[in-house]
């Protein structure tokens, strides 16, 4: 990856729906080799993907929360199946396994407190080998940000 592929990544994590013909011209080059270099970072798996961006309160999902759990035995076919089981919770967002008295950190969005205990009840507690859960709310956003600082 070069100076030139750098500059088109950065365009793109600030408009991923520029023309090829605006991008080209932001990192001076012509359509054509803007367009195959895009095509093979794409091919390459550094752009895996385009998005939109949207505003989780104006969705009514205003509470943020961070549920550190601990598996009952981090073995090998525990860990597989608690995270096959995590992603397919659309509340989910993140899920990191960690180092430390926590083997998983998750962010997980809700509405409200009560559709949160009902995620919890309901969904969460009954994957396969927890052995406990500790949930941490978010007071505010102080940061938040979708871009590598490529």
């Known amino acids: 990856m070069d ?13 991923a729906r520029i023309s090829n013909e605006e991008l080209a011209e932001k990192v001076n080059l012509s359509a054509s080799p803007c367009l195959r270099r895009v095509r093979k970072l794409e091919s390459s798996g550094i752009l895996i993907g385009y998005t939109a961006v949207v505003d989780q309160v104006l969705c009514g999902l205003g509470m943020n929360v961070f549920l550190s759990v601990r598996l009952e035995k981090p ?11 995590v992603s ?12 430390g008295s926590r083997d998983y950190l998750l962010k ?12 919890i009840r309901d969904k969460f507690s009954n994957l396969p080998g927890i052995s406990s859960i500790e949930s941490s709310f978010a007071f505010g956003h102080v940061k938040q940000q979708q871009f590598m600082p490529i």
């Open 3 to 15: 100076n030139i592929d750098k500059k088109i990544i950065r365009e793109l994590q600030l408009n």
């Open 108 to 119: 997980v969005v809700s509405n409200d407190l009560k559709s949160y205990e009902a995620f």
């Open 88 to 99: 397919e919770l659309d509340e989910v967002l993140e899920c990191y396994l960690m180092t």
């Open 75 to 85: 073995d090998k076919e525990i860990m597989k199946n608690f995270e096959q089981a």
